[in-house]
T-cell receptor, first 109, second 114 residues
Framework: GNSVTQMEGPVTLSEEAFLTINCTYT??????LFWYVQYPGEGLQLLLK?????DKGSNKGFEATYRKETTSFHLEKGSVQVSDSAVYFC????????FGSGTRLSIRP | DVKVTQSSRYLVKRTGEKVFLECVQD?????MFWYRQDPGLGLRLIYF???????EKGDIPEGYSVSREKKERFSLILESASTNQTSMYLC?????????????FGDGTRLSIL
């Protein structure tokens, strides 16, 4: 069946560091892929999405490229800020949306 | 912007009580969802609804029921609360069509069962 695996946290980085959060998926067909972010005390918000192979989603300095050959959708940001501290969820959309287990990111000033 | 409102941010109930969690969305979305969020487990789908009075079981429906009498409102019911239902509960909605469209979430209800 369909599934999503993302790197376990927590991840702690210093401000302005480069960020990568790994996400791989298993799916039949051609799913859509998403990254959601959950700030403390809030629900999930859609951060970015990609609907087909080689698409790149981007928002707020974050990027992720839909790689069908490696079944991956890794989240990257070139220079993180303290305000990026949150939990990040990779998700796959096929017959329904399936969420990964989440990665907690903490940024030190 | 879509707004999904959950009636309570924090709720404390006792074992055996009947508990109602309410969710309202203001964008005329057909699809509505209830998830629970637990550390290390991500989000797990409890129930969803694609229309008024329609409901479908998700991955973990045991011990829960739902009600959707109006399009904008989707209620989650714990028939007889137990301590293993202590969790964060998230409501979400999405437009009609495929269930794989991006969802809009409420801020969650942190429920403690004592």
């Amino acid at each position: 069946g369909n599934s999503v695996t993302q790197m376990e946290g927590p991840v702690t980085l210093s401000e302005e560091a480069f960020l990568t959060i790994n996400c791989t998926y298993t799916a039949t067909g051609y799913p859509s892929l998403f990254w959601y972010v959950q700030y403390p005390g809030e629900g999930l918000q859609l951060l970015l999405k990609a609907t087909k192979a080689d698409d790149k989603g981007s928002n707020k300095g974050f990027e992720a490229t839909y790689r069908k050959e490696t079944t991956s959708f890794h989240l990257e940001k070139g220079s993180v800020q303290v305000s990026d501290s949150a939990v990040y969820f990779c998700a796959l959309g096929a017959s329904k949306i399936i969420f990964g287990s989440g990665t907690r990111l903490s940024i030190r000033p | 912007d879509v707004k999904v409102t959950q009636s309570s941010r924090y709720l404390v109930k006792r074992t055996g009580e009947k508990v109602f969690l309410e969710c309202v969305q203001d964008m005329d979305h057909e699809n509505m969802f209830w998830y629970r969020q637990d550390p290390g487990l991500g989000l797990r789908l409890i129930y969803f609804s694609y229309d008024v009075k329609m409901k479908e079981k998700g991955d973990i429906p045991e011990g829960y029921s739902v009600s959707r009498e109006k399009k904008e409102r989707f209620s989650l019911i714990l028939e007889s609360a137990s301590t293993n239902q202590t969790s964060m509960y998230l409501c979400a909605s999405s437009p009609s069509g495929n269930l794989n469209q991006p969802q809009h979430f409420g801020d969650g209800t942190r429920l403690s069962i004592l």
